[in-house]
T-cell receptor
């Protein structure tokens, strides 16, 4: 059972466009992380959000945790080819050291 | 700091052969993990070790064994490899959840395994 659904699965856009990636669940998470994975590499942590409604910005990337802590979004402004990669959300539940990963969104930014 | 290192980077096995994937971290993290990544399946947890001396099964443990050798090292063993175990394997580490209240994981570069 996949508890975290990401959409879209694939996204191909031109440099300079804006985009939003969604991470949805019917379950509540105590924390939500976003990772980016480049071809041939391991995932790299971008951000952690822990409070419902929390918004964090990382340069051109804006992350939001839903009020009910069941969903999250990643918005990229003026995408660049360097943003190309697989974006993964991951949710933490309660007092556990385990994360549940979403299926990922593969982003390609064309120059 | 090297972060999380994994060896080997690539491996080809024949069905029935055994091998051990090695993982080490130099961030003084208590918790370590092994995942496999398959197309369309995301990252699936095989085994994890919340702290030195403990190991627990994850979502897909069948066909694998692990050893937490010390705080730094966590190995994954395939006793009798099968074609279904062809995948990319990632090791990760994190601070203890109880210390910070959430789980931020740091990943190694992966091992690409093909079983013929």
């Amino acid at each position: 059972t996949q508890l975290l659904e990401q959409s879209p699965q694939f996204l191909s856009i031109q440099e300079g466009e804006n985009l939003t990636v969604y991470c949805n669940s019917s379950s509540v998470f105590s924390s939500l992380q976003w990772y980016r994975q480049e071809p041939g590499e391991g995932p790299v942590l971008l951000v952690t959000v822990v409070t419902g409604g929390e918004v964090k910005k990382l340069k051109r990337l804006t992350f939001q945790f839903g009020d009910a802590r069941k969903d999250s979004s990643l918005h990229i402004t003026a995408a660049q080819p360097g943003d190309t990669g697989l974006y993964l959300c991951a949710g933490g539940r309660g007092a556990t050291n385990k994360l549940i990963f979403g299926t990922g969104t593969l982003l390609a930014v064309q120059p | 700091n090297a972060g999380v290192t994994q060896t080997p980077k690539f491996q080809v096995l024949k069905t029935g052969q055994s091998m051990t994937l090695q993982c080490a971290q130099d961030m003084n993290h208590n918790s370590m993990y092994w995942y496999r990544q398959d197309p369309g399946m995301g990252l699936r947890l095989i085994y994890y070790s919340a702290s030195e001396g403990t190991t627990d099964k994850g979502e897909v443990p069948n066909g694998y064994n692990v050893s937490r050798l010390n705080k730094r090292e966590f190995s994954l063993r395939l006793e009798s490899a099968a074609p279904s175990q062809t995948s990319v394997y990632f090791c990760a580490s994190s601070r203890l959840f109880a210390d910070i209240g959430y789980n931020e994981q740091f990943f190694g570069p992966g091992t690409r395994l093909t079983v013929l």
